[in-house]
């Protein structure tokens, strides 16, 4: 059966999609609705109805959104035959994306009389969007996002990124039932959340290209349709990413689309390839050595911009080397052994060594494996390289438009060192069960050198 293509515009033409898939999968979108747009706030009362949702409701905010739910969501909510809890999760410190975290705010739920809800309500970005789709999936609830700054892509995706004890981990949940995105407070959200938006969309090119490369060396699963998914509108604000960072009405509905989009393309294939490879690893990695060390975070889409550009780097720096620089003896002599793996993950993993290993062990290969992928990638060269390019930019085009809406471009710009970027480069990649181009230069010997070289480039 032959795959029918993905619409094109908005996310609202996605919902409902559900077919079968010549990648060999089925492909469905479970979100039942999603608007993006001016004023759209104002239809969730309707929404709810529309939805069957008229039960009682809690909904959950922050202490940094709690002037803006107060101003534009309780006037909505209001009215005759809405029926809800208001709880404002606030602590001493930084709240953190966390399964801990997510159990905190259903104790602080109960405490307040609001603990066997109908369904959730959210209103919110990165963090308490990841929290209450834990925390509706624990409770067998559904939950309806109104998103207040389009700085990430969880939105109507059916995963959460949430550390378990310092460790970052990928958990399955239930998909919103409905994500509301008004245009007029997306625009409004502070500059930073905005860049780190465009940070986390840019990513698309290079996870998909390592998405495509797994399967090329290691046969692991892929799909074409999910960057399909939002080529349309990266193209629109590549093009005027100056115009994103003056906050134009347009160019953030673009963008609000894109990562609404992104959501949807983890969700039909049920993982988070499409969206997440070795650029949102190094990112991974930064976030957690500030974990471990008591440090506040950095905004996870404009780190992801920063990793998207090194990612970017490490690929054209591969695409210029030629089959004649395969050097199998090199290679061999680079070859870790389980324990020697094991040896590093203790050292740059402290605390969460024994989950990351966990990670680790399942993509170790032997010297035979790896030796045989090796050939292949000298034998056909020219063909693997040619597939994967057709998933990247080049990093100069990223980079122009980064700096054109003045997002992050260096690791420096977050105070890491040479020394944390060098290491993120070299090591992120034993956080998880996903092959990249890390894993690939790592494997020819080259991505040793290259990581002092491009940490000079991106830190002081």
């Not at 079968?20 to 109805?49: F, N, T």
């Not at 590093?344 to 045989?372: C, H, N, P, Q, S």
């Not at 930019?393 to 980079?399: S, T, V």
Request: aromatic share 8%.
């Amino acid at each position: 059966m032959s795959s029918p293509s993905i619409p094109e515009g908005g996310p609202d033409r996605l919902v409902g999609l559900d077919f079968e898939c010549d990648c060999g999968r089925r492909h469905a979108i479970e979100v039942k609705h999603v608007s993006v747009g001016s004023g759209v706030i104002r239809q969730v009362p309707r929404i709810l109805r529309d939805l069957g949702l008229t039960g009682r409701f809690t909904l959950v905010y922050d202490r940094n959104i709690r002037p803006l739910a107060e101003r534009r969501l309780f006037p909505v909510l209001d009215r005759p035959g809405i029926h809800y809890d208001a709880v404002c999760f606030e602590k001493p410190e930084e709240v953190k994306a966390s399964v801990e975290s997510s159990d905190e705010m259903r104790e602080l739920m109960r405490a307040e009389g609001a603990g066997t809800p109908d369904f959730l309500m959210v209103m919110g970005s990165g963090t308490m969007n990841d929290l209450t789709k834990w925390a509706a999936t624990v409770m067998d609830v559904p939950y309806v996002v109104v998103a207040t700054a389009p700085s990430m892509n969880g939105y109507t995706s059916s995963i959460s990124a949430l550390s378990v004890a310092n460790f970052k981990t990928t958990q399955d949940i239930t998909p919103a039932a409905a994500v509301v995105a008004d245009i007029d407070i997306m625009r409004d959200a502070p500059i930073e959340m905005i860049r780190a938006g465009m940070g986390d969309l840019l990513s698309k090119n290079v996870c998909n290209a390592d998405w495509r490369l797994s399967h090329l060396l290691r046969h692991t699963y892929f799909c074409e349709l999910p960057q399909q998914m939002t080529r349309r509108q990266e193209t629109y604000y590549l093009a005027h990413a100056a115009e994103l960072g003056a906050r134009d009405a347009e160019a953030v509905q673009m963008l609000t689309e894109a990562i609404m989009n992104s959501g949807f393309s983890m969700a039909i294939v049920g993982e988070s390839s499409p969206s997440s490879g070795s650029e949102h690893l190094i990112s991974h990695y930064w976030e957690m050595q500030l974990e471990m060390s008591g440090k506040p975070l950095n905004l996870h889409g404009a780190q992801v911009g920063v990793g998207t550009l090194i990612a970017a780097e490490i690929y054209e720096r591969a695409q210029k080397m030629t089959p004649a620089d395969v050097d199998l003896d090199r290679a061999r002599a680079c070859h870790k052994t389980p324990d020697e793996l094991r040896a590093l993950v203790d050292r740059y993993y402290g605390d969460v060594a024994d989950k990351t290993f966990e990670e680790t062990r399942k993509k170790i290969m032997t010297w035979d494996e790896t030796r045989a992928m090796l050939e292949h990638v000298r034998d056909d060269w020219d063909a693997i390289w040619q597939d994967v390019g057709r998933y990247l930019r080049p990093r100069a085009e990223l980079e122009r438009a980064m700096v054109a809406a003045e997002c992050p471009t260096r690791a420096s710009d977050f105070g890491f060192t040479r020394r944390e970027t060098a290491d993120a480069i070299r090591y992120s990649r034993f956080m998880r069960n996903r092959y990249t181009i890390l894993d690939l230069t790592d494997a020819l010997g080259w991505l040793d050198t290259w990581a002092d070289e491009i940490a000079s480039d991106f830190a002081r």
